[in-house]
């Protein structure tokens, strides 16, 4: 596993898309949150990365932060203030992705295999976090 010095190098040398290949983003994500779940090295420093990844659309890199940042999420729901500030990572990381695919594929816009499962992920994972237009969204869908 990458030390958290190595980790935090990684956030300010790019975690995106043109930052490094997909395999590597998603072996740091895992991993960052696998330490911070063991001890191993603090939470901010995943949060970090998880921020850093802000508009991948690469399926395993959107399914590994959905599955970290949920699971984080829970486990602090009971304490208002950190559960606060984590749904503002979620919002922050997860909205030009929800922007950019919305709650229906485009028409005319060839869509790959996996944006279905993807554009579902973050629909829900943005209703968890209270994004303001998902929940007004899921309003207006529901009374229509």
């Known amino acids: 596993c990458p030390s958290s010095t190595l980790l935090k190098q990684v956030i300010s040398n790019g975690m995106g898309p043109k930052g490094m290949g997909e395999i590597n983003r998603l072996g740091h994500l895992s991993d960052a949150f696998a330490m911070a779940g063991a001890g191993l090295s603090d939470l901010g420093t995943a949060l970090d990365l998880a921020r ?17 940042l949920a699971s984080v999420c829970k486990r602090y729901k009971n304490d208002k203030h950190i559960y606060t500030g984590l749904q503002a990572i979620v919002q922050e990381t997860f909205a030009p ?15 790959r295999v996996s944006d279905a499962t993807i554009r579902q992920v973050v629909i829900g994972l943005m209703a968890m976090a209270e994004y303001a237009p998902v929940i007004d969204e899921a309003k207006k869908r529901f009374n229509n």
Do not use: I, Q
Not at 52 to 62: C, F, L, Q, R
Not at 97 to 111: D, F, H, I, S, T
């Open 52 to 68: 850093a990844s802000k508009g991948d659309d690469a399926y395993p890199v959107v399914m590994e932060l959905a599955d970290n």
């Open 97 to 111: 992705l929800y922007e950019e695919m919305g709650w229906e594929a485009k028409a005319g816009r060839e869509e």
